[in-house]
């Protein structure tokens, strides 16, 4: 390890600090698309800011189109950097305000720290220090920070079609040592006509869930033509996970709240689902809208609190990766349609079509669409790019753990040669997705000492 490079990048963590900080006060979920912001106004500002801090910290910074920020540094052969600047909403259950960036007890909070707002401008500033210590490098460095990464990936797309592909490139979201396997990922959207006719009780509102890859912390419903009898056996329900239920009752009108905890799609175990509490009460009850009434039921019976497809039929794992997970989403009533959004992380080896038709034959009689699927990603751990990143990690922390495969995905996945390159150290929580979202102000600095000697160890190649 170059001590002269790490002791110039511990220099920086008061910077850094500010820096993410004040990044992680934009509120950059996807929104309406805005003048130059294909992704809304929140988006759009986080990276003009982003490139504005490039810029001043002097580097040739540029906004294509607002897709993407690209930094570069040095020119020639080019190593990556891919992460993103959009955040999933912030669902339920903070302690703090979710976009303060607040700093306290020696960490930073709110959404993004993590994922990947933190990871993405340490990798900056560890360019800084790079650059004021490497004058003249014969080859390149070139950050890319994309927008769209948890709605999409049409910046990866935009930036594929548009711009230079790096030689090799890395992304920091996801877990050190090093990545080398991803599981494939898929939404299916799932969904059924909803006309609320009949005798019985009528689904005037039904929502559950954020977004397709986190776990549902809240669900609500609102129902109209409760009696007595179903009003005592609302009340008496018990969820089968740790949710709690909440019910107002306005003349004939019944709203139903559940609140659980929020976790990332690709460990749905690590949350409690609220939409699974609100499937499983609403099918046992005297719904009109026969419709509505069979859809939840199929639901509850093939997905229920499963996180591993069983009753879909499939379950399964593989020796690379592990297993196959599932994530209940979204549910929504809409337009006069009820649609049901799951998100499947399947193991490396696996098959997706066999996947969507075992879906499409437990769900016959429903419409069943796929999208937002991303293919497995595989790295030889002998490659040049893994040893590479497993040395520069092992130099600077000590440790020599085994690349590793997750159920997230990442822009590794974006273009060739790439793999995930932390940002989550071995034996930390990871908060990405779920409330209270915060980083460790000292681990955060470690990633930027990481990725100065993962630099130069390109640069000097």
Not at 209 to 219: D, Q
Not at 266 to 290: C, E, F, N, W
Not at 443 to 458: E, T
Request: glycine share 10%; proline share 5%; hydrophobic share 40%.
């Amino acid at each position: 390890m170059d001590r002269k490079l790490d002791e110039m990048v511990i220099a920086l963590k008061d910077e850094l600090v500010s820096a993410v900080s004040d990044s992680v006060r934009i509120k950059s979920v996807q929104d309406t698309p805005v003048d130059g912001g294909p992704f809304g106004k929140g988006v759009k500002e986080v990276l003009e800011k982003t490139v504005k801090l490039a810029k001043d910290l002097g580097f040739e910074a540029r906004n294509a189109d607002g897709y993407v920020g690209i930094v570069d540094y040095g020119s020639g052969e080019t190593f990556g950097v891919l992460g993103h600047l959009d955040v999933v909403p912030e669902g339920e259950g903070w302690e703090v305000p979710p976009y303060s960036g607040l700093v306290k007890d020696g960490e930073i909070w709110g959404r993004g720290t993590q994922d990947d707002k933190g990871p993405m401008i340490a990798a900056l500033y560890a360019l800084k220090a790079v650059k004021e210590y490497v004058k003249k490098p014969s080859k390149r460095i070139r950050l890319i920070f994309g927008t769209n990464e948890e709605s999409g990936w049409e910046c990866m797309k935009y930036y594929v079609k548009h711009e230079e592909i790096p030689d090799m490139s890395v992304t920091p979201d996801a877990d050190f040592p090093v990545i080398f396997a991803e599981k494939g990922i898929v939404n299916y959207g799932i969904s059924a006509p909803a006309h609320n006719g009949g005798e019985g009780i009528s689904v005037e509102v039904l929502s559950a869930g954020e977004a397709p890859n986190m776990v549902a912390s809240s669900a609500r419903a609102v129902l109209r033509g409760v009696d007595a009898e179903t009003y005592e056996k609302i009340e008496a329900f018990s969820p089968k996970n740790d949710t709690k239920l909440k019910l107002t009752r306005s003349e004939d009108k019944v709203e139903i709240l559940i609140t659980g905890s929020s976790a990332h799609g690709s460990t749905p175990y690590k949350g409690q689902s609220a939409m699974a509490a609100i499937v499983d009460l609403l099918a046992d009850l005297r719904l009109g809208d026969s419709e509505i009434k069979n859809f939840l039921t199929a639901i509850k019976s093939k997905i229920g609190y499963e996180f591993y497809g069983e009753s879909l039929g499939i379950s399964g794992k593989d020796s690379m990766s592990g297993e196959l997970t599932l994530n209940a989403g979204t549910l929504r009533l809409q337009a006069g349609v009820l649609k049901l959004v799951i998100n499947i992380r399947y193991p490396v080896f696996f098959n997706e079509s066999m996947v969507r038709s075992q879906i499409e034959e437990a769900f016959k009689g429903f419409r069943v669409e796929t999208f937002h699927h991303q293919k497995p990603l595989y790295i030889s751990p002998d490659s040049e790019l893994v040893k590479m990143c497993r040395e520069v990690y092992k130099e600077v922390t000590g440790h020599d753990e085994e690349p590793i495969a997750i159920g997230g995905g990442t822009y590794a996945r974006a273009v060739p040669n790439a793999v995930a390159f932390g940002a989550l150290f071995p034996g930390n929580v990871e908060m990405a997705h779920q409330p209270n979202e915060r980083v460790s102000i000292e681990d955060l600095l470690l990633v930027s000492r990481i990725y100065a000697q993962l630099f130069l160890r390109f640069l000097q190649s």
